[in-house]
């Protein structure tokens, strides 16, 4: 099975809140990935977060990296409509997709 | 502009007849691969390559086949399609050489009837 499993499978939320989605993996990792897919378009990355960093921001994005927990978080804030789309994890170990947590982002 | 070019886009076949899927990447990746995805199951890696003359299997590499003579194209085949390869399948490159940042291409949707 995959390495990254992402948590909640969908989320729904209001324009304007906070949207928080999880990822869990099983063994060390060198690096986890971030990435999002509009609705049958291919993925887009949107932010690497390396073994030996916490958090790393990038824009309305906060990634947060637990390496003892092998969990992952993120954070996108003020969320738009133009957030929804589905967001998947991936290691470099492990070369692998999860399937995913569904957002979206209502008007 | 730096993109990843899969062809066609759509494309219905029959079981049994040969068809290949093009991709190619203007960015000089070392590292590409092929997935497909299927509703309920993420996307699962088929191929990927590290470099030119080299490939390795992913998860899913049964029915399927590939080919890296050249940097730029990695190209998808499927020598007899059968119902269950009915997916959308997607090519991806790299910069960094591995799995890392990978660039995605707008996807191909096949149905094998």
């Known amino acids: 099975s995959q390495q990254g499993e992402e948590d909640p499978q969908a989320l729904s939320i209001q324009e304007g809140e906070n949207a928080t989605m999880n990822c869990s993996y099983k063994?060390?990792?060198?690096?986890l990935q971030w990435y999002r897919q509009n609705s049958g378009r291919g993925l887009v990355h949107l932010i690497l977060i390396r073994s030996n960093e916490r958090e790393k921001h990038s824009g309305r994005l906060r990634v947060t990296l637990d390496t003892s927990k092998k969990s992952s978080s993120l954070l996108i804030t003020a969320s738009r409509a133009a957030d929804t789309a589905s967001y998947f994890c991936a290691t470099e170990d492990d070369m692998r997709f999860g399937a995913g947590t569904r957002l979206t982002v209502k008007p | 502009e730096a993109q990843v070019t899969q062809n066609p886009r759509y494309l219905i076949t029959v079981t049994g007849k040969k068809l290949t899927v093009t991709c190619s990447q203007n960015m000089n990746h070392e590292y590409m691969s092929w997935y497909r995805q299927d509703p309920g199951l993420g996307l699962r890696q088929i191929y990927y390559?590290?470099?030119?003359?080299?490939?390795d299997k992913g998860d899913v590499p049964e029915g399927y086949k590939v080919s890296r003579k050249e940097k730029r194209n990695f190209p998808l085949i499927l020598e007899s399609p059968s119902p269950n390869q009915t997916s959308l399948y997607f090519c991806?490159?790299?910069?960094?050489?591995?799995?890392?940042?990978?660039?995605f291409g707008s996807g191909t949707q096949l149905s094998v009837l």
């Open positions: 991806a490159s790299s910069p960094s050489g591995t799995f890392e940042k990978l660039f």
């Open positions: 390559s590290m470099n030119v003359e080299v490939t």
């Open positions: 063994t060390s990792i060198n690096n």
